[in-house]
């Protein structure tokens, strides 16, 4: 069998049409998220949250390593946090940084919806701020903010997080740009950024797992905090 026919070109709609088949058999239908993205759409939100497999994941993530507190950098309109939200015990806290005033507002009004509201804290500002105000000790972090920042965010997110806890970096392959010199924006660079200060670091053991689906072709940084 020829290479081409072992890997053959997929695109947008086969993934699409793949996440939803998955999904089908493994996420049922939650009235609560389904709520917030039709919500934040409606407010114009941008439609770059995660994907519904992916904060399925994080939940799973958080669920496994028995996370009680958990820190979330880029709040859009809370579709990740609920889901985060949804994983923890009675008396568990997601803190989330969004440097939007009304993406917050939006935000709050999905986890009021949710039922979520009480296991959640919105702090408003510039994360690279925000982030250098709070104390340990979180189980995970997820950041999903601006990209450039990614090695800032990253480096706090190892001072707050327990041994053992997880960093979840999204969008660090973007549409395999990343690894194409001739892509130089901004974004990319703090994704560089990151991976090279992570080649030497040996306060974490971390690896890339590409994503594709409904949101199309990128992936998550997942890194344990030795
Ligand atoms: C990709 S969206 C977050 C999506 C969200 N995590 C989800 O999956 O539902 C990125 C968010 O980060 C926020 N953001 C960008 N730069 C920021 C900064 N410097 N500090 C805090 N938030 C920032 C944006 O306003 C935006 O709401």
């Known amino acids: 069998m020829s290479g081409a026919q072992r890997h053959p070109d997929t695109t947008f709609a086969d993934w699409n049409r793949s996440d939803e088949y998955h999904n089908s058999f493994l996420i049922p239908k939650d009235a ?24 399925k994941f994080l939940k799973l993530v958080a669920k496994s390593i028995g996370a009680q ?20 015990p009675e008396g568990g806290e997601v803190v989330t940084l969004e440097l939007s005033e009304r993406n917050a507002e939006i ?13 959640i804290k919105v702090i408003v500002g510039n994360a690279t701020d925000t982030i250098t105000t709070l104390d340990p000790e979180f189980d995970l ?18 001072r707050l997080v327990r041994k053992g806890g997880v960093i979840i970096v999204d969008n660090v392959v973007r549409n395999g740009r ?16 990151l991976l090279k200060a992570l080649k030497d670091d040996n306060e974490v053991d971390a690896t890339t797992l590409g994503t594709v689906g409904e949101k199309g072709y990128d992936g998550f940084l997942y890194a344990v905090k030795l």
């Not at 507190?69 to 923890?88: D, F, H």
């Not at 935000?107 to 296991?119: E, F, I």
Request: overall charge negative.
């Open 107 to 119: 935000a709050q009004a999905n986890y009021h919806n949710a039922g979520v509201a009480p296991k």
């Open 32 to 55: 609560a998220l389904d709520g917030a993205l039709q919500f934040s759409a409606e407010q114009g939100l941008p439609n770059i949250s995660v994907s519904t497999a992916q904060g």
């Open 69 to 88: 507190r958990v820190l979330e950098v880029g709040t859009l309109g809370g579709y990740s946090t609920i889901w985060l939200a949804q994983a923890l």
């Open 178 to 193: 990343v690894s194409d010199p001739s892509y130089t924006d901004s974004n990319i660079e703090g994704i560089r950024m």
């Open 141 to 158: 972090v997820f950041i999903d903010a601006d990209k450039k920042n990614n090695l800032n965010y990253f480096t706090e997110a190892k």
